[in-house]
């Protein structure tokens, strides 16, 4: 380029400049606007060039246009931008935006205090484990765990959560080797259990178990051979469990052999055994069937019989069907194995039980849908969703119900006598309810219509909370003080619309509740010892008033007994005879003198007497204001509808007012700790009574009604009477004409509108009787 | 067929072309229609190396065709613009693209000049005053007072813009 502009100075003539001018315009025009600026800005002559096409380009419409479109463009692509992000936050949202937030487990909640009691809580947020995708966080006694979305799992072995991630995160030590894919683990109070599969896809895999070592370390994973893949494990204090895919539980002892044995007694065990263990009554079946492998084995060429063994196999699969096991959970001393179906087996745990422990059914909580369990230390809470069926699903007695229900009690009956089923009310058409179910009326047929469109899809009716142990801590939600068999968990009303309890968690002195829309309750921490309940110092001052006051009727009585003594001293002096009519002593001697001692005796013992009755009537009292004060915390915490503190805002609540949803909770032995996303979701309230009355509807004003009266002539006017406030003689009755004709008295005094004595409008009350609109 | 013209360049050498290669120039064009085809064209002022450069632009674009450049260029890259070929023939030195844009404007071919033009464009296209300049050779006759006028004549327009 230097070589060029320098032959160019040469010669002279083939810088930009020396172009004829129309040129050199022209290769401007080329340019945008601000480069013209540019050029115009080098020397005289390019100046004079360009000026005048930059005012003119600034001036083209066609630039402006442009222009325009360009600043449009940028708006779409903005908005473009915008909208990727939402999508972007809609469908990732909720795993990017993960946090992990604790709070101290020490918290006592009081479920009479309610939300007062959390003003102290302080959530804390864990910056290690952000954007990581957090999926579920698990406190153990040693070590806690946090599993990401991504298979990835976090431990660390501090008990405080936030310090120990920050050094796994930074220093990154982690127990579980790198690249390994978590779908399940669980912390017991020493050993952590997970389950890896070979392929990430898989969602079974091997058991692996990390181990408290002596120098409380944890070990390495070590892999627990168990003959088939597993879908859940769980651990306890001394025992680890495992499900397998064909849904046989494996219980094995980490600080032992680590070798896992069959717990035995449980639905796919037919056998039923005694409390020893030992088999009562095999099943006729298995062993038929043993009988016949025996045979096949025997005579393997008989085809007949191979065929045999396949039907038996696909009956076998058949009956699995129902026998998949949903969940494991423990705590201290049981297991518990909870069926797809909804059954519940109790497996109890002793130290001595090392290689066989037999399952027993829940039987209280049989016939029960349950769902989902949970379990700590010493107490379980089972979960329980009423399914509604579809109509179409209906046999003809739920249809009849529900006939009945929605009021029409004939199809009742028609269809209970005429097998009608859900599914046939479902397709009915016009002829159909008119031929068969003798619905005639259209508006009855628009009512039908519509109630079964109400129950077109499954829904849940009730969900309940069962909780089974020990509720030292109230951690059940209960009053009582044990749960020796399962009880019904009063649970507190959600504030969202739509919302239902979603997940739960129990730790050791405390049960949570999660919603769907995020709200979390937890119940526990609040001892029942109602001495404690009773305010104490209250008590004592009570006491101390009374004290008070009969220490001065003692002083009094002292001072009574003193001047009986000089009187009686008096007397003596006087009479010497009678001395309170005790002993005949003789005035003056030593018998008198002797006599004075005995009388001092005498009323130190009445006054003994009478302190310890009035100490015995203090503890009489004292125990009875206790007994009152307890009858009163009592009443009060029965009156309770439940015992559950709202946790949501102590999480949820972030200066920058981020609207945060809580996703998944763990109750740890020193932290709570949640799992939250950003919610994406509007969500309803649930209308409280507050709202309702704000809600009330405006009064209609009296002038507009007063010209309404008038204009619509639907009333006569001289039916009606009216009270008005009189500024001295108070409330005065007139008839509204008058009252319209003569008075100037305000409108906004009158009280009250009536029609013939009846109150058709009143200011007070808020009655309207006309409703113009 | 096709009558071939005898051109004479600034050297006084001939170059025979096509006719229809040349009939692109407005000025040969006319020159042909005023005194035919037999007679040879002087053009004093293309030299022959220019000359032989124009007749490959127009034989060349007798065969693919120009689409006019857009105003104002979008693109400080002709090759986003325009086929490849076009960019490669005016990527020559500075000297020659004048002496290419003055042939043209002498010879009235209106698709070179304004190719050309562009090229020289893209050169300015997003530099700095000093830049433009430097490029282009260009003595700042300008005055700082007169520099400052400029700006600020102008400056209501940036403003409008903005």
């Not at chain 1, 494996?250 to 032992?256: G, K, Q």
């Not at chain 1, 047929?445 to 499954?458: A, C, D, G």
């Amino acid at each position: 380029m230097e070589d060029s502009s320098q032959r160019e100075s040469q010669c002279g003539c083939h810088s930009l400049e020396m172009l004829p001018c129309e040129l050199q315009e022209m290769v401007l025009s080329y340019l945008p606007h601000p480069d013209v600026f540019n050029v115009i800005q080098c020397s005289h002559n390019m100046y004079d060039i360009g000026r005048d096409l930059y005012r003119n380009k600034f001036f083209d419409k066609e630039y402006h246009v442009m222009k325009l479109k360009k600043k449009q463009g940028i708006r779409q692509l903005k908005e473009e931008y915008i909208r990727n992000r939402f999508n972007f936050i809609k469908e990732y949202g909720d795993v990017r935006t993960r946090v992990v937030k604790t709070v101290k487990a020490s918290i006592k909640l009081d479920p009479i205090e309610g939300k007062k009691c959390l003003e102290e809580a302080k959530a804390i947020q864990i910056d290690s484990l952000h954007r990581k995708g957090a999926f579920s966080t698990h406190c153990g006694g040693f070590a806690n765990a946090v599993q990401c979305f991504d298979g990835t799992a976090y431990l660390t072995k501090e008990h405080a959560l936030d310090f120990g991630f920050h050094e796994v995160m930074n220093e990154s030590i982690n127990y579980i080797p790198e690249g390994t894919c978590v779908i399940q683990i669980d912390c017991g109070s020493t050993d952590i259990v997970y389950i890896s599969p070979e392929d990430k896809k898989e969602s079974y895999g091997y058991a692996y178990t990390i181990k408290r070592t002596e120098e409380n370390e944890l070990s390495a994973p070590i892999l627990i051979d168990i003959p088939e893949k597993v879908k859940w494990v769980c651990a306890s204090v001394s025992h680890q469990f495992a499900a397998t895919i064909d849904d046989r539980v494996y219980c094995w002892l980490p600080h032992a052999d680590c070798k896992p044995f069959e717990i035995k007694g449980l639905f796919n065990d037919d056998n039923e055994y005694d409390e020893d263990g030992v088999v009562i009554k095999e099943d006729t079946k298995t062993s038929e069937k043993e009988d016949e492998e025996l045979s096949i084995q025997q005579q393997l060429a008989k085809s007949t019989h191979e065929e045999k063994k396949r039907q038996l196999q696909e009956q076998e699969k058949l009956d699995r069907k129902e026998k998949i096991v949903h969940k494991i959970v423990c705590g201290n001393h049981f297991l518990l194995v909870l069926y797809k179906s909804g059954e519940l087996f109790n497996v109890s745990i002793n130290e001595n039980s090392d290689s066989h422990l037999i399952a027993r059914r829940v039987q209280e909580l049989e016939g029960k849908n349950i769902m989902d369990i949970e379990a700590s230390f010493t107490h379980w809470i089972a979960f329980e969703k009423t399914e509604i069926k579809p109509i179409t699903e209906w046999d003809n007695m739920q249809t009849s119900e529900w006939f009945k229900r929605i009021g029409f009690d004939q199809c009742g009956n028609l269809a209970k006598y005429h097998n009608i089923e859900g599914k046939t009310v479902y397709n009915a058409d016009e002829d159909y309810m008119e031929d068969v179910l003798g619905i005639l009326d259209p508006v009855d047929q628009q009512k039908l219509r519509y109630e079964i469109n109400q129950v077109r899809e499954t829904k849940y009716k009730d969900i309940n909370l069962y909780g089974y142990g020990a509720n030292y801590y109230g951690q059940l939600g209960l009053f009582d003080k044990h749960a020796s068999i399962p009880k019904k968990i009063p649970l507190p009303p959600l504030s969202y619309k739509d919302d239902y309890i979603l997940r739960f968690a129990c730790g050791r002195r405390n049960t949570a509740i999660l919603t769907k829309k995020g709200e979390l309750w937890i119940c526990g921490h609040c001892r029942h010892d109602l001495k404690k309940k009773v305010n104490k110092e209250k008590v004592n001052k009570e006491m101390d008033k009374d004290d008070n006051s009969s220490s001065d009727e003692e002083k009094k009585t002292v001072k009574k007994t003193k001047k009986e003594i000089l009187k009686a001293a008096g007397k003596g002096k006087k009479a010497g005879k009678k001395m309170h009519g005790h002993k005949n002593v003789k005035f003056g001697s030593e018998q008198f003198e002797d006599y004075l001692e005995e009388l001092e005796e005498d009323n130190s013992r009445k006054k003994n007497f009478r302190k310890t009755r009035h100490s015995k009537h203090k503890h009489n009292r004292k125990t009875q204001y206790m007994r009152e004060e307890k009858k009163k915390v009592y009443d009060k915490e029965m009156s309770l509808d439940h015992r559950f503190v709202n946790f949501t805002d102590v999480f949820t609540k972030n200066e920058k007012n981020i609207p945060y949803k809580i996703c998944n909770v763990s109750l740890g032995i020193m932290d709570f700790a949640v799992v939250m996303a950003y919610r994406n979701e509007k969500i309803e309230k649930v209308a409280t009574k507050g709202d309702k009355l704000k809600e009330k509807k405006k009064l209609c004003t009296i002038d507009k009604i007063l010209t309404q009266l008038q204009k619509t002539r639907k009333f006569d006017i001289d039916d009606f009477t009216i009270n008005y406030i009189d500024r001295f003689s108070g409330i005065v009755e007139v008839q509204l004409r008058k009252f319209l004709k003569s008075s100037d008295i305000p409108l906004h005094r009158i009280q009250t509108l009536k029609k013939d004595m009846e109150v058709y409008w009143d200011k007070k009350d808020r009655i309207d009787l006309f409703q113009f609109n | 067929m096709s009558t071939m013209v005898k051109l004479i360049s600034q050297e006084g050498e001939i170059i025979e072309v096509d006719q229809e290669t040349v009939m692109l120039s407005v000025l040969i064009k006319s020159m042909i229609d005023d005194s035919g085809t037999e007679e040879d064209i002087p053009l004093p002022n293309v030299s022959k190396s220019i000359l032989e450069k124009v007749l490959e632009f127009c034989k060349h674009i007798k065969e693919h065709p120009l689409q006019e450049i857009e105003k104002p260029l979008k693109s400080a890259n002709l090759r986003d613009i325009i086929p490849e070929w076009y960019d490669d023939f005016v990527d020559v030195e500075q000297e020659t693209l004048f002496e290419v844009i003055l042939a043209a404007n002498y010879l009235d071919i209106k698709p070179l000049l304004e190719l050309a033009c562009a090229k020289v464009a893209t050169m300015v296209k997003g530099k700095s005053v000093l830049d433009v300049r430097k490029t282009f050779n260009i003595e700042n006759d300008l005055t700082p007072e007169e520099e400052a006028q400029i700006l600020e004549e102008n400056k209501w327009a940036e403003e409008a813009i903005q």
